[in-house]
């Protein structure tokens, strides 16, 4: 059973930083690629950056390039979205998804951790 458990999620003002983390237990975590998405109130879930098996590809949602950094440790069966200069637009409930090998995303879901940038 895929489990993925995130953390990390607060409030803060605008131009600090938090960084998530999601920890994945009962899968291959090694073996396929890792994300993160946010949902806003009233918007759809988007893809806020990905990251392959070993770390060697990594994309990012044009809204948060330069901002925010995607990263994994294998070793800890551990995802990481470092997020700096946040801003009241990255307010949202973040959900870190692992893919089904072989299979695009959006795979398994974590519960989810809020995210709360005050202006």
């Known amino acids: 059973q895929v489990q993925l458990v995130e953390s990390g999620g607060g409030l803060v003002q605008a131009g600090q930083s938090l960084r998530l983390s999601c920890f994945a237990g009962?899968?291959?975590?090694?073996?396929?690629?890792m994300g993160w998405y946010r949902q806003a109130p009233g918007n759809e879930r988007e893809l806020v950056a990905t990251?392959?098996?070993?770390?060697?590809?990594?994309t990012y949602a044009e809204s948060v390039k330069g901002r925010f950094t995607i990263s994994r440790d294998n070793a800890k069966n551990s995802l990481y979205l470092q997020m700096d200069s946040l801003k009241v637009e990255d307010t949202a409930v973040y959900y870190c998804n692992i893919a089904i090998p072989g299979r695009p995303f959006p795979g398994y879901w974590g519960q989810g951790t809020q995210v709360t940038v005050s202006s």
């Open positions: 990251i392959s098996m070993r770390g060697g590809t990594i």
């Open positions: 009962g899968v291959g975590f090694s073996h396929t690629r």
